[in-house]
């Protein structure tokens, strides 16, 4: 008979070498300083690339005061209970339709979670005759929550930004039954930083008569001419059924909001059971995104300053032979062909040596015999910084004596 726990003894499960020997190092490494682009790590100063405070608002004096004034106020158990019950108020109201403006939609629902947000929509709107249509590298979250919805039955997966794996599934789909489709996506994806093929979804969409779910965690606040996302950069906002945006990023704070009509988002409120059943999102939070959202919108210099660093951190990069995929976004990955024993000398190497800190992640995220190295330039980051962190990678590319040339037809599908 095998106990239940015995699996915790070894080293399978996720980052299970890591857990196993108790590293602390590529997993769980020990942050304790304000985030921010220099951070304190193993008892030196370094360059901060791995916190996603796009616009650089972690340290902002301004949503610091809001945060002091709500939580002298209101401490933070108010309000207490669910949205339906005693948690709602009119500043979780009023927020919600600031988002929905925001987001350029009637409605929106907020979500103390950005992970629990996209689970609550996608399960809140999937019933028996239904199916997902879902791109194979979207986040866990939309998995996740893909998975609840589906309770057992199957959903359709479709090849990364494969349009015509897309439109097989929904061919073969609309071709199976009558039920609804619901295709999910993100806007940007995290560890690549490409984009959705969001012109073309939207036309698919349209054709099959099926309806989009965009979690553009990495695009919200970042993306487009005013920053409202990845819909706006593609000029296709009023075609996305339901928008997605998480604070836990740009916004710098915690939590997510759904944004769309107004009858579909209230349906939403009422089914989303990570929604109706957790308790309100904290007022000092409230209190701290109207503040965070009324920054963004009075400092577009925010973004301006984030998207210099990003282009020449990536400009760098590739001119000393990097492959850095195909990214549009903000989102700068360092593909470097070595295994998971080298990959790991070089994140030391960073850190220890040049006082560059950054995330690394292997195989499966990426194909066997490269390690994905993955920047996030946000606007606090300083020209020195973006100079020393491409030394430091100049130098270790003539040390390790690294075969880059092989990465230049690089394919990730």
């Avoid at 075609?239 to 704070?253: N, P, Q, R, V």
Wanted: net charge negative; proline share 4%; charged share 20%.
């Amino acid at each position: 008979m095998n106990d239940l726990f015995a699996k915790c003894h070894g080293d399978g499960g996720y980052f299970g070498v890591y857990r196993a020997a108790g590293d602390k190092y590529v997993v769980r490494p020990l942050l304790d300083s304000l985030p921010g682009p220099h951070m304190e790590s193993g008892g030196r100063r370094v360059i901060m690339w791995g916190i996603n405070s796009y616009l650089g608002l972690t340290g902002n004096e301004r949503i610091k005061a809001a945060a002091e004034e709500s939580v002298a106020r209101y401490s933070t158990c108010t309000p207490m209970g669910s949205r339906l019950l005693t948690g709602n108020t009119t500043k979780h109201e009023a927020l919600e339709q600031r988002l929905a403006e925001y987001c350029g939609k009637q409605a929106s629902v907020l979500f103390n979670y950005g992970y629990l947000g996209v689970m609550g929509t996608i399960s809140a709107l999937i019933g028996p005759k239904d199916v997902v249509i879902i791109d194979k590298l979207s986040h866990a979250s939309m998995i996740d929550g893909t998975i609840l919805a589906m309770a057992g039955r199957r959903f359709r997966p479709f090849r990364h930004n494969d349009m015509d794996s897309l439109e097989q599934q929904l061919r073969a789909e609309r071709e199976r039954g009558d039920g609804g489709i619901l295709i999910v996506i993100e806007g940007v994806y995290g560890m690549r930083g490409d984009l959705a093929n969001l012109p073309e979804i939207v036309a698919l969409a349209r054709q099959y008569e099926a309806r989009i779910f965009i979690d553009d965690a990495h695009g919200f606040g970042v993306m487009g001419d005013n920053g409202r996302g990845t819909s706006e950069h593609f000029g296709v906002q009023d075609e996305i059924d339901l928008y997605f945006g998480t604070f836990a990023k740009a916004f710098a704070a915690i939590g997510g909001v759904t944004a769309g009509a107004p009858e579909v988002i209230e349906y939403i409120r009422f089914n989303a059971r990570t929604n109706v059943f957790a308790k309100a999102l904290p007022m000092v939070y409230v209190d701290v995104l109207g503040a965070t959202l009324d920054e963004i919108l009075a400092h577009p210099e925010y973004r301006d300053r984030m998207w210099h660093n990003a282009h020449t951190l990536q400009r760098g990069l590739v001119e000393l032979g990097y492959s850095i995929g195909d990214t549009q976004s903000p989102v700068t990955p360092v593909y470097i062909p070595s295994g998971p024993e080298t990959g790991r000398a070089i994140m030391m190497m960073l850190r220890e040596e040049y006082g560059v800190f950054l995330s690394g992640v292997t195989y499966p995220v990426v194909p066997r015999g490269i390690n994905l190295f993955r920047m996030i330039p946000t606007a606090l980051h300083t020209d020195q910084d973006v100079a020393d962190t491409l030394t430091a990678f100049a130098e270790i590319r003539d040390r390790l004596n690294l075969d880059l040339a092989s990465l230049k037809n690089l394919s990730l599908a």
